[in-house]
């Protein structure tokens, strides 16, 4: 249970000991709403944010739900979630596997991460703020397993955690979102048949798009700029090739490498335009691999890199014009 201590202008949550049995329902006539400790959800209940409620998160204060997460504004009537101060910044809305469902439609949340294991979530014009100061081991928002449509959303950082991390999910989709001085915008661990299409990405001092042992992962019409490391980072870190990529019609400026496929990982590349990049395409196999990376590279546009191509000697390059 909580129980609600009203002041003139806030309404303060305090979480009780034991677990809640009822839904947690967040309203807009109440707010702002101050949630000053943690707070458990049981199976089989829900946490409720309505339209236009206003939430403030104290320190490092974590909100653990077993049951759904429902925090839907309005275009007109936006929720708001942030911390009561930005440093440190309120901790994790954790979702577990419990929980089925997870949506967040129309809010503003800055300064706290989020996860979700084995749900189904939907993000839809969210705006994700995070200045903490938080190691790379960290992301925005983090899932394992579960389905993940991601579309319209911002995600702004201070070049500190991660993006959005997707663990083995399957058919994942992160379309029509932007991401500015976040590194690892997007990054697919072990997941297969998603797409990453339409996003801008810009500012990074990582990379923008990583996929680690992904396989038939499809990423077309991104804008990427001002990338440190690389644009696109196809391959491994310990977790297998990246095999069956398709990347196609995207826009690579101003990077260090423009796609960078490596750890026996293999793409087809159609159609990408590259400019003012170190290197365009980067094409590498480990020396004690069995198999080698392999790019087949068709009808693209390059002006102004300091290299279009380059490829170690295990590795295969195919042009098509």
Not at 65 to 90: H, K, Q, Y
Not at 100 to 119: L, Q, R
Not at 194 to 208: C, K, P, R
Request: overall charge negative.
């Amino acid at each position: 249970m909580y129980r609600l201590i009203s002041l003139p202008l806030i309404c303060i949550l305090i979480m009780q000991c034991s677990p809640m049995k009822t839904d947690m329902v967040l309203t807009k006539a109440d707010s702002p709403h101050q949630i000053t400790e943690d707070v458990e959800i049981e199976i089989g209940y829900k946490l409720i944010i309505e339209a236009g409620a206003e939430v403030i998160i104290s320190n490092g204060v974590s909100i653990i739900s077993f049951g759904d997460v429902l925090i839907e504004g309005t275009s007109t009537d936006p929720i708001i979630i942030r911390a009561e101060n930005p440093s440190p910044g309120w901790g994790t809305l954790k979702l577990k596997g419990e929980a089925k469902k997870f949506v967040i439609k129309h809010a503003t949340i800055s300064d706290g991460t989020i996860t979700s294991y084995n749900t189904n979530n939907h993000f839809s014009e969210v705006h994700f703020t995070n200045t903490q100061d938080l190691n790379w081991e960290w992301a925005i928002a983090r899932f394992w397993y579960g389905q993940v449509l991601i579309e319209n959303c911002t995600a702004k950082g201070v070049n500190k955690a991660e993006g959005f991390l997707l663990h083995d999910v399957n058919d994942a989709i992160v379309r029509h979102c932007r991401f500015e001085t976040v590194p690892d915008g997007v990054e697919f661990i072990n997941c297969d048949r998603g797409l990453i299409t339409e996003n801008v990405f810009q500012n990074s001092n990582d990379d923008a798009i990583d996929l680690n042992g992904c396989n038939a992962i499809t990423i077309s019409n991104n804008q990427i700029s001002g990338i440190a490391d690389a644009a696109m980072e196809i391959g491994s870190e310990n977790f297998g090739s990246s095999l069956d990529i398709t990347v196609e019609s995207n826009k690579i400026s101003g990077c260090d490498k423009g796609i960078f496929l490596k750890e026996a990982s293999s793409a087809q590349m159609t159609g990408d335009t590259l400019n003012g990049n170190k290197f365009a395409f980067h094409v590498t196999t480990p020396a004690d691999s069995i198999r080698v990376s392999q790019a087949t590279i068709a009808r693209a546009t390059l002006t102004g890199n300091d290299e279009d191509f380059y490829q170690d000697d295990r590795s295969q390059i195919t042009i098509i014009e």
